[in-house]
């Protein structure tokens, strides 16, 4: 079974900067992809950053030159480094991950639980 377990969200101030960390584990042949979402109170969720296996980023444009989104290959794991953060970035985030755990399997998508950041004004 694999999980997405991820950690570093919390309470932050305007300007202020928070890295949000997540781990893959379990029977993993392959990630192609990784990524982070996040749903504000009432809202949809929606795609922030992800990263894929060419090592190509994609960003939502509210948060082009504030938040960048790397890998770590060798542990599974991906980072989403929030600057200059925003109230309106206030949201839960989750991980996503697109992984291949066969080494001819299908590729499916998994979540990670979600994290709180709150960025008070």
């Known amino acids: 079974q694999v999980q997405l377990v991820e950690s570093g969200g919390g309470l932050v101030q305007a300007g202020g900067s928070l890295r949000l960390s997540c781990v893959a584990s379990?029977?993993?042949?392959?990630?192609?992809?990784m990524g982070w979402y996040r749903q504000a109170p009432g809202k949809q969720r929606e795609l922030v950053a992800d990263?894929?296996?060419?090592?190509?980023?994609n960003y939502v444009e509210s948060v082009k030159g504030r938040f960048t989104i790397s890998r770590d290959i060798a542990n599974n794991t991906v980072f989403l480094q929030m600057n200059s953060l925003k109230p309106e970035d206030t949201a839960v985030y989750y991980c996503?991950?697109?992984?291949?755990?066969?080494?001819?399997?299908?590729?499916?998508?998994?979540w990670g639980q979600g994290s709180q950041v709150t960025v008070s004004s």
């Open positions: 990263i894929v296996s060419s090592g190509s980023t």
């Open positions: 379990g029977r993993i042949y392959r990630i192609h992809a």
């Open positions: 996503n991950a697109v992984i291949q755990i066969y080494q001819l399997g299908t590729q499916r998508a998994y």
